[in-house]
């Protein structure tokens, strides 16, 4: 059996290329805010901020995602490197394509969640192509594919799916509330829909909402150039579309939105499209 560090490789030790659904993530602004932490004096200060981050990021997910039988660490692998981060699931290690797909997802989702919180946007693509990770080496055309759906079509913080991750995920069956786990935009685009980390058996967490809503309102604060600002609008607009989305659920209060005129929306859960599409055949 293969070691958590050693989906990719064989049983000689060497590194195989394997089918997989792959997450490739990019926290926005990144290099702006390492070069602001210097020019103040405050980069050790950067530095224990994003580690602190990133370690809470990790054990939320490891933690919410323990239980699943996909989770098992020899399935998968993972690498941090500067502000990316980047997670591979082998097709063939899996129970089938959907509980790969379902379970990078599921990842990427709150990994997003969790870096946002601590006030890091993360935008990406998640694509299904060859790819290999190991301690040495990341290689493969899932790399590159997803490398440059971030740069060209993610823009904003939003981690935007391949059209065969998104049929990987809807093969899983019908999507429930809780399980509503991607968006279509506007430009129709399919994204990570992760504030629907926030909601659990008991319906929407609205402090964690709060959280979001603080955590944007001081991004936002932050941010003098004119080409950052209209991202941060996009999350606002997210944020109060899935405001709008759950407004009849326990707890809700107007509070929770961000002040802007945009409840109705294009933007589309996966479980809506899923619905508007059996009704039509």
């Not at 190991?134 to 440059?148: E, K, M, N, P, V």
């Not at 399919?190 to 058996?201: A, E, K, R």
């Amino acid at each position: 059996m293969t070691s958590p560090t050693k989906a990719y490789l064989d049983q000689s030790g060497r590194p195989q290329l394997r089918d997989s659904v792959t997450a490739f993530l990019d926290v926005l602004g990144f290099s702006h805010t390492v070069l602001s932490a210097a020019e103040a004096g405050t980069s050790q200060q950067c530095l224990d901020h994003i580690v602190g981050a990133l370690n809470d990021a990790r054990a939320f997910v490891r933690d919410s995602l323990s239980t699943q039988d996909s989770a098992g660490p020899q399935r998968w692998a993972i690498k941090f490197f500067s502000d990316n981060l980047l997670l591979g699931y082998p097709l063939e290690s899996a129970i089938d394509a959907s509980a790969a797909a379902m379970f990078v997802v599921r990842c990427t989702q709150r990994y997003q969640f969790q870096m946002a919180l601590s006030g890091f946007f993360v935008r990406g693509a998640l694509a299904i192509g060859p790819l290999c990770v190991t301690d040495d080496i990341i290689f493969g055309t899932a790399l590159i594919d997803s490398y440059r759906l971030e740069a060209n079509a993610s823009i904003v913080p939003r981690v935007v799916v391949t059209d065969p991750v998104l049929k990987a995920v809807m093969a899983s069956g019908p999507v429930t509330d809780e399980e509503d786990v991607l968006c279509r935009d506007i430009d129709g685009w399919w994204f990570v829909n992760y504030l629907q980390s926030t909601v659990g058996p008991q319906g929407v967490n609205w402090q964690q909402i709060e959280q979001h809503k603080k955590a944007v309102l001081a991004s936002l604060s932050r941010s003098a150039r004119h080409d950052i600002l209209p991202k941060f609008g996009w999350v606002s607009r997210y944020h109060n579309v899935f405001c709008y989305w759950h407004r009849n659920t326990p707890g809700y209060s107007d509070e929770f939105r961000i002040q802007r005129l945009d409840e109705e929306s294009v933007i589309v859960r996966l479980s809506d499209s899923m619905l508007r599409t059996s009704r039509e055949t």
